[in-house]
């Protein structure tokens, strides 16, 4: 099931040289119930591109959105993306499960957190 998701976030850079990962504002991962190492999938919303890495530490309050490794061939700054993780629950679970969706603006400053992956602000 879909947990989580930073809906069309802005790439504020790449970096080819970097060993992996996408490196995400620590306050935009606490809003999106995102952990350090954990597994997501990316969506280039421009070109169509999809990968899956995991996520390392950003700057608090930076917006940063940094795409690394061989990745970051597949995106670049300016881009779109969307950032979703997935969980495994329980049946009995399920009927407390909500997706947390983060809604952010270009600066990649979350507007609206919700639980509504169907739903796109605008």
């Not at 957190?113 to 169907?118: K, T």
């Amino acid at each position: 099931m879909l947990k989580s998701k930073i809906h069309r976030a802005t790439v504020t850079d790449c970096d080819v040289d970097y060993i992996g990962s996408i490196t995400i504002d620590t306050e935009l991962m606490a809003g999106a119930d995102l952990i350090t190492n954990e597994q997501v999938h990316v969506w280039d919303v421009d070109n169509g591109s999809r990968f899956v890495t995991y996520v390392i530490d950003g700057e608090a309050g930076s917006g940063t959105m940094q795409v690394n490794g061989a990745a970051a061939h597949l995106v670049e700054p300016g881009h779109k993306i969307i950032v979703a993780s997935f969980g495994a629950y329980d049946e009995s679970d399920l009927e407390r499960y909500d997706p947390v969706v983060v809604h952010v603006d270009e600066n990649n400053e979350a507007i609206a957190i919700d639980s509504h992956p169907e739903v796109l602000l605008k």
